[in-house]
């Protein structure tokens, strides 16, 4: 799932960004005219990328990614001349005039980024899940003298024989 806001003040650069990722594959999942757009649609999402342009109608892309900070990653597309103000090493910017090569590029890489970060906030199991292997394990281990590995595996072989999770198997 992709979690893409474009978010630019002229409707006209907002659609042509929107066309170019959409024609390349990256299907921009929100459209904002305003910060307080993208911040609402990044929070609700969860995180993302945030395809803007260096100023929006209520805030500067600096301004967004301060009120954002871990949630979303920035790529700020302007002129040289505006871009250079940018000193936050977090935010990655393209100049104008843009191909539409580096913008796909840049923002397949965004993403990228954006799905590493995405799996690692969301842990696979519960604390209470990892309590129930782990005391199966050492009863493994107790009764059948098998290393830590050699029981986890058992335990995984199992559940992926039964077709059940390693918490059931556990």
């Known amino acids: 799932m992709t979690r893409t806001v474009v978010a630019f003040e002229n409707e006209a650069s ?9 024609k390349n594959g990256i299907n921009v999942r929100y459209t904002c005219r305003t910060g307080l757009e993208a911040i609402r649609a990044i929070k609700k999402m969860g995180g993302g ?6 100023k929006l109608a209520d805030m500067t892309a600096e301004q967004l990614a301060d009120d954002l900070q871990e949630l979303a990653t920035f790529l700020v597309i302007g002129k040289p001349h505006n871009l250079d103000f940018y000193e936050n090493e977090d935010i990655f910017k393209l100049p104008l005039p843009i ?8 923002v397949n890489m965004l993403i ?5 970060k995405l799996r690692r906030s969301h842990p696979r199991r519960s604390a209470e899940d990892d309590r129930l292997i782990t005391m ?3 009863l493994l281990m107790s009764r059948n003298d098998m290393s ?3 029981a986890y595996r058992f335990i995984q072989r199992k559940s992926m024989e039964t077709s059940s999770k390693m918490t059931e198997t556990a």
């Open 14 to 22: 907002r659609s042509g960004i929107c066309e170019m990722l959409e």
């Open 49 to 54: 990328v945030v395809v803007c342009g260096y």
């Open 99 to 106: 191909r539409i090569g580096e913008l796909v590029g840049s």
């Open 112 to 116: 990228q980024l954006d799905e590493k």
């Open 136 to 138: 199966a394990k050492q």
């Open 148 to 150: 830590e590995d050699q």
